[in-house]
């Protein structure tokens, strides 16, 4: 059944009834805002697979405006194959998540076992702070060094022995009240971008070479210090829709017994 749209206060501004005012979006034009907004309901999966929107006339109304301006949002939605047109149903949400090799990248990482199979990898948080970007960091981010940043390092198992140690930098000029601690910091990075600030993943970057382990990663790869061992070294740097830098993030796996699997439809 047709559903009420939540309007989001983060990046709207409200009119004297209470509806949103097109002078509020400036960044983008309207009509992507309000695809956004309709996006960032899907892919949190508010709006499921099957869900019936209400009519355009009462999305325009909900959101505050213009008929033309939400026909514009639904016709590239429509495009896309987020949403498709049922005769005696109306518009519905078809499952298909938009960007789709984007979306894997709010719950998937892509190391896999020498068979093809996606690995299932529990995640240990080792260090979370709050700290000035390195110059490397401030160059993946675009911003100055010294800029405060929030870190995470975490681990990832398969079957008891680690495979990859990540290492997560977000500039706190986009989420200032990122966590600061282990026990706050979020699981799913992207997902918690998305929720608190409305930032959806549009594009990643990736450079991959391989290296010798550094002392570091031999620590948290749990390998003997006195061992050359060779890691896969992921460079990842994401992108907002506005093409801000969202996420930095520096990947050290292990490819004995896996390997990483790019995968792009």
């Known amino acids: ?11 709207q501004e409200e009119g004297s009834d209470g509806t949103l005012t097109e002078g509020a979006l400036v960044k983008t034009p309207l009509h992507e805002q309000v695809k956004e907004r309709i996006l960032r309901r899907i892919i949190l999966g508010t709006w499921g697979e099957g869900f019936v929107l209400p ?8 959101f505050g405006v213009s008929y033309g301006t939400i026909r514009r949002a639904m ?9 498709m047109r049922r005769r005696k149903t109306g518009t519905v949400v078809t499952g298909r998540t938009p960007h789709h090799s984007m979306s894997q990248f709010y719950r998937y990482y892509r190391l896999h076992g020498r068979d093809g199979r996606l690995l299932n ?24 060094a010294g800029a405060p940043v929030a870190f995470m390092l975490r681990r990832r198992f398969h079957e008891g022995r680690v495979v990859m140690v990540d290492r997560v930098t977000v500039p706190l000029a986009l989420a200032p009240d990122f966590p600061a601690t282990i026990e706050e ?25 391989a290296r010798l382990a550094t002392p570091e990663d031999l620590k948290w790869l749990e390998l003997p210090a006195d061992a050359p061992r060779a890691v896969l070294d ?32």
């Not at 016709?75 to 949403?83: C, E, H, R």
């Not at 990898?121 to 100055?144: F, G, M």
């Not at 004995?256 to 792009?264: G, K, M, R, S």
């Open 121 to 144: 990898s529990d995640t240990v948080l080792a260090d979370a702070c709050h700290r000035p970007a390195t110059q490397s960091e401030a160059e993946l981010l675009e911003i100055p």
């Open 185 to 209: 910091m979020p699981t799913l990075v992207y997902k918690w971008l998305l929720e608190h600030h409305g930032l959806r993943l549009a594009a990643v970057r990736e450079k991959l070479v």
């Open 1 to 11: 059944m047709a559903g009420k749209v939540d309007v989001d206060p983060q990046v």
């Open 75 to 83: 016709t590239d939605l429509t495009a896309s194959g987020v949403i």
């Open 55 to 62: 009519p355009e006339t009462e999305l325009a109304r909900q």
């Open 234 to 265: 992921i460079e990842e740097v994401s992108y907002d829709s506005l093409n801000r830098p969202l996420v930095a993030m520096r990947h050290a796996a292990l490819t004995e017994d896996h390997c990483y699997i790019n995968e792009i439809r």
